[in-house]
């Protein structure tokens, strides 16, 4: 075969693989909108997973991966219903058998090179759409913060570095006390805190200066 013939090939499998696109992100966005298959799944956990996909030349070792993720974490979810059971499922199906097409379209042997190429795209698709379903998240929690008063955003902070001050001691178990102190003490003198602090107290001051001229 002729060095133009094997690149009008490739360019015909990079354009057969650019026509699935849609049908892949409509896939993994339906795997990742079925929030009761997974737990709290994280971008930076679903990024371990496509850093995975991007260094190995093989599905195989991708799927391996997912499951020893559902073996040792609830956050890919549980058994065959898991977010983990349901990618491998679409690998080892529609991904696989959109590869096939393509490869008898193209009049190639070996389908893996699209296979793993369509994989890695799919799961691209899904650290996105995860990025995505969790900023708004964030989002909706922030907003919902908004419609509080000043006083009770304050308590829900004081609350939030209460429960991370108690969390950081149940899980170190050599932490002393008198380092936290010591921490808190830091945070209380650094100058960037001292700052926000000022400009929160401003902020409240005023909030309570505008609830007295409107009485």
Known sequence: MSYLSEQKKQIKIQESINQVEDELVSA??????????YGDLEESQFRNLLRVADTTESTEVIKNFLRYQ?????????????????????????????AN????????????????????????YGARYLQLINSSHLIQIEESISRLSSQEQLWLVERIIHNLTLSALKNTSNLRLDSVEQQLVNMANDPTI?????????????????GLVEQ
Request: a negative charge.
């Open 194 to 210: 001292q700052a926000e602090l000022i400009a929160i107290n401003q902020e409240f001051a005023a909030t309570e200066m505008d």
């Open 28 to 37: 993994i966005q339906a795997a990742l909108d079925n929030k009761k298959s």
């Open 101 to 124: 097409k393509i490869a008898l379209e193209a009049q190639i042997d070996d389908f893996n090179p699209i296979w793993l190429e369509l994989t890695r795209r799919y799961l691209e």
């Open 70 to 98: 559902v073996g040792r974490d609830k956050k890919w979810g549980r058994g065959e219903n898991s977010l983990a059971a349901k990618i491998v499922q679409d690998i080892d199906s529609k991904i696989k058998e959109l």
